[in-house]
């Protein structure tokens, strides 16, 4: 008689790695890797432990999105470079996780965000100019995410953002996100476009600025 071998857990932690962390004052971190996400990229958690203090609160937890553009070379036209710094450095304090998710572009890959910033170099908006491009003006999806949380056993939550989109779509997949933390509005004369598209088009919460916003 054969012994059934079982099938692998749906979305399970696959490896643990150490890292001390140089961008969140040189924390120790874990580096979490999964088996199973339901879109299959290699989607990875930073995961940091909870100074004593802060254990009791739900953990802090980021989605961050990867923008290779303004994570690694530091580019301008967004915020992403400093919102990951915020957030690995928020996090390294209270104890919790950013997930770092392959979706470039808002899920529509790098070479078609570059072809759409030469659009917005024509005045046309980062939403719009995704659809000239026939493509959807966000095509992210967080079940993923649900996933990785799960897996992570980080199922309620307190939320990092300014995008609702993100809230909804992980409580739709029953975690719960038992508040929502805004993140600081990294408002320049390089990204103010940018970050105006946001508010106005993109449904985002942007109020986590010192003074008036240009575009209230
Ligand atoms: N298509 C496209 N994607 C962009 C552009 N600028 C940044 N991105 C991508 O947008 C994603 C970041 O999304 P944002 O909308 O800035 O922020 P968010 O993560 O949804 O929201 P927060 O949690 O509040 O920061 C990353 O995947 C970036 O690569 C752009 O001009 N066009
Ligand atoms: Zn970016």
Redesign the pocket.
Known sequence: MSATVPAPALSAVRARVGVTLDRATGRRAELVTFHGLPDGAEHIACVLPAPRAAALAAPLV?????????DVFGSA????GP?LDEALRRIADEGGAVLYLR??????GLY??LD??LL?DREID?FE??RRIGRGA?E?DYSAAAAMLRALGLDRIRL????P??VAQLRAHGIEVEAVVP?RVHLTTENAR?LEA?ARL?G?TLTGHQGDLPWN
Do not use: P
Not at 103 to 108: D, V
């Open positions: 980021r989605l961050h999105s990867e923008c290779l553009t303004g036209r967004c915020d992403c919102q979706q470039e572009g808002r899920g529509i078609n965000k759409t910033y917005q980062t100019a995704n966000d992210r990092l953002t300014n995008n989109d993100k993140t940018y946001k993109g985002h």
